[in-house]
């Protein structure tokens, strides 16, 4: 069961007042999950990195509320890694297939916002949520930060993304209704996600800016994922 991402909350009130929706908004269309993946590194050679784990968590972290901690966070000296589920998130500015009608989860805001003060659009930015800095790890200490660059890979697919939000201290494993449907996971925040399987990999000291630039993020990761693999 996903849990609302931790936003700022002095701003948490207002955000949460009634939003006006278009009229689609009631009954999106039904859209299938694309899954074509991004760039031209291999998805399995992302993976035979990340084969083993050196934990820089102090501890383990739950992918859904009531489950036990067995996921860490890993690093290589280029990138930190974890392997979890995904758990659609929708939270940001409102659209029509994400917000308070088709999430009860929804809410309108992300820990990082777009060059322009809003808030990021969870429909059509690929991104993910870290874990808020706690005792267990602290993201900062290893170079990620908003709008680090991460490849999402899942079934032989890689998807290009930004850190967007921060969710819960205890639990990882969550990404945009973008970034799944990228991925060919059903995007639905209430029914959709991954149960196991995805690998989240994010480059230490990479940001994009404006976070909001997806081909930017794409350029970037592509340079960084060959860098990682040891290609030219």
Not at 68 to 92: E, H, M, Q, S
Request: proline share 6%; net charge positive; charged share 25%.
């Amino acid at each position: 069961m996903r849990v609302q991402s931790l936003t700022l909350a002095v701003a948490g009130a207002a955000l949460l007042a009634p939003t006006t929706l278009p009229a689609a908004a009631a009954a999106p269309p039904r859209q299938e999950p694309v899954g074509r993946g991004e760039g031209s590194v291999a998805a399995a050679d992302l993976l035979d990195r990340v084969r083993t784990c050196a934990q820089v968590s102090r501890g383990r972290y739950r992918t859904d509320d009531g489950t036990r901690r067995k996921v860490p966070v890993c690093a290589t000296p280029k990138a930190v890694f974890w392997k979890a589920d995904l758990d659609v998130d929708c939270d940001g500015r409102p659209t029509a297939r994400c917000n308070r009608r088709t999430d009860p989860l929804f809410f309108a805001a992300t820990a990082f916002q777009q060059s322009d003060g809003r808030h990021l659009n969870a429909e059509t930015l690929p991104y993910i949520v870290i874990p808020a800095a706690s005792r267990v790890w602290n993201p900062r200490a290893q170079g990620v930060r908003g709008g680090s660059v991460a490849a999402v890979v899942y079934r032989g697919r890689v998807q290009y993304a930004v850190v967007g939000d921060t969710g819960p201290r205890e639990l990882i494993g969550e990404a945009s209704y973008a970034t799944a449907r990228g991925l060919g996971i059903e995007a639905d925040p209430r029914s959709g996600g991954a149960d196991s399987g995805v690998t989240y990999i994010v480059f230490k000291g990479s940001r994009i800016s404006p976070i909001e630039d997806h081909r930017a993020a794409v350029a970037e990761g592509e340079r960084l994922a060959r860098r990682f693999v040891g290609a030219k």
